[in-house]
């Protein structure tokens, strides 16, 4: 028996390597937005399970895969405008989204490896907006639940061949 050849991939992944944006667009033009002040970042994609099992299993259970449902837990440092203490126009639109009904309620996301990766992904999803608390000498963070509904897209990452795209909220800055 041989010895396996080692992976060459031996560099851990960073969990900050994701990018989360936001489509701001109108009339069906996209609009891509960066969300910013993520702290942390978790994607997921649960399946639904049946049992498919038939007397030729010989007691063993079998399983099929009927549904997928997907979803985003991200924790954000909420901010705000030096000057004006205007909350930023991104946060807002989910803020605004978690407390609406019916297609006020839906917000088209993205995200993306920010190195390049083929790992990015969009979707439209409805808005949970938690705000942590705290005392008072606590930061203002707020945990936000992107639950998908209808399919997540597997797209071309936008920071494929080099540096992620500048949105308007980083030129607005510079």
Same mark, same amino acid.
Request: zero cysteines; a negative charge; charged letters at 20%.
């Given at each position: =028996? ?6 060459? %991939? ?13 489509? =701001?667009?109108?009339?069906?033009? +996209? ?9 942390? $970042? ?15 299993? %010989?007691?063993?259970?079998? *399983?099929?895969?009927? =549904? ?9 440092? @909420?901010? +705000? @405008?030096?000057?004006?203490?205007? $909350? ?10 978690? =407390?609406? $009904? ?27 907006? %938690? ?27 936008? +920071?494929?061949?080099? *540096? ?11």
């Amino acid at each position: =028996m041989s010895t396996p050849t080692p992976p060459a %991939e031996t560099i851990t992944a960073l969990a900050r390597r994701y990018r989360l944006e936001l489509d =701001m667009g109108k009339d069906n033009t +996209a609009e891509w937005v960066l969300v910013p002040g993520v702290t942390e $970042f978790t994607p997921k994609i649960e399946p639904t399970q049946q049992d498919v099992t038939t007397y030729d299993a %010989e007691g063993w259970v079998e *399983q099929t895969v009927t =549904m997928l449902a997907w979803s985003i837990e991200v924790t954000i440092a @909420h901010r +705000a @405008h030096p000057t004006t203490g205007a $909350f930023n126009a991104a946060q807002e639109a989910l803020r605004k989204a978690s =407390m609406a $009904f019916g297609a006020k309620s839906y917000v088209r996301v993205r995200y993306y490896d920010r190195n390049g990766a083929a790992d990015a992904y969009a979707g439209t999803a409805l808005v949970t907006w %938690e705000p942590a608390g705290g005392g008072p000498d606590a930061v203002d963070t707020v945990k936000i639940t992107l639950t998908g509904s209808g399919p997540l897209a597997e797209i071309t990452n936008p +920071a494929a061949g080099g *540096q992620p795209p500048v949105s308007k909220a980083l030129k607005a800055v510079a």
